[in-house]
């Protein structure tokens, strides 16, 4: 019998951190970055930071978790295992922020994908000016990529110049500018709410605008594309990826997702992040399953 030394080392997915609020319907929330990032070869690790009371059609209500408690969850699993990525959802709370960001500072080498969750597609607020501003003074200066959609970019990186101006909004290269100074290395501004032909998502990085990806605009109304494109980055980016092949393949990802999204009930469509195990109506499951 061989010794243990002469055995190869066991196998390990990457682990990927992920605080986020829950969501019932399995449609956003924890459970959407848990069940993408199984999806792309990853072993999911989970942070509550909120409860939400919600259905497919909106969120009835949202409590926030104990700061302590969400700083217990983390530092019993990073004391425990080996982290390859963060990915930061719903936080709930400016205390919640706080001791999040206090937490990661602590590994600065961990790739870091924060989704600024601050509404939900019906209009429902998840994040008062308060904790817009601690995301942006206390996580941005962590963050490797941001995903915004476009009104999320708007609103994180208005300024009191933007006020004056009555109803002008500023364009998205200067959103982005604006959130790579507050501190993101790379941000993605997503162009599902915009008034184009084609959904249009936008990377740009310290030096500007790095890649354009237009995407089919799928009708229907989707709940939790956003999740599952911030833990589809983080899922390539704890695999090894580099960021621009790590957005590109997340979006594909997402994509067919949202394709092959169903309406549970009588809100929004579900992304369906395990597409690619369904197969074809009436094929036999094979190779070209979900492609």
């Known amino acids: 019998m061989a010794s243990s030394s002469s055995s190869p080392p066991p196998y390990l997915p990457p682990l990927v951190l992920t605080f986020a ?4 319907t399995g449609g956003a929330g924890i459970q959407a970055d848990i069940l993408t990032l199984s999806s792309m070869g990853c072993h999911a690790l ?4 909120a409860i939400t009371v919600q259905d497919t059609s909106g969120v ?3 409590l926030p978790m104990d700061p302590d408690w969400v700083a217990d969850q983390a530092r019993s699993l990073l004391e425990d295992v080996p982290v390859a990525a963060f990915k930061l959802g719903m936080l709930g709370s400016v205390e919640n922020i706080a001791v999040i960001a206090e937490i990661v500072a602590d590994y600065p080498d961990i790739p870091l994908i924060l989704d600024p969750v601050l509404a939900s597609g019906r209009g429902d607020q998840f994040a008062d000016e308060e904790m817009v501003s601690a995301m942006i003074e206390l996580l941005l200066p962590e963050t490797t990529i941001l995903t915004p959609n476009s009104l999320e970019a708007r609103r994180l990186a208005q300024n009191d110049e933007d006020d004056d101006n009555g109803d002008a909004r500023p364009g998205l290269d200067v959103c982005a500018l604006r959130l790579i ?3 993101a290395e790379y941000v993605l501004i997503t162009g599902t709410h915009e008034n184009t032909a084609q959904v249009e998502n ?5 030096q500007g605008l790095i890649r354009t990806d237009k995407w089919e605009r799928l009708p229907g109304s989707y709940h939790g594309s956003g999740c599952t494109l911030a833990s589809a980055i983080t899922a390539s980016l704890a695999g090894g990826a580099d960021i621009e092949a790590a957005v590109q393949e997340a979006q594909e990802y997402t994509w067919q997702a949202l394709a092959a999204g169903f309406r549970p009930g009588m809100g929004q469509h579900i992304p369906d992040r395990l597409f690619w195990a369904r197969g074809e109506e009436g094929d036999d499951g094979g190779d070209d399953a979900g492609k």
Request: charged share 15%.
């Open 181 to 183: 100074e507050f501190g």
């Open 202 to 206: 936008l990377l740009y990085g310290p």
């Open 46 to 49: 989970a942070v509550v930071t």
């Open 60 to 62: 009835e209500g949202i």
């Open 21 to 24: 609020a829950t969501d019932p």
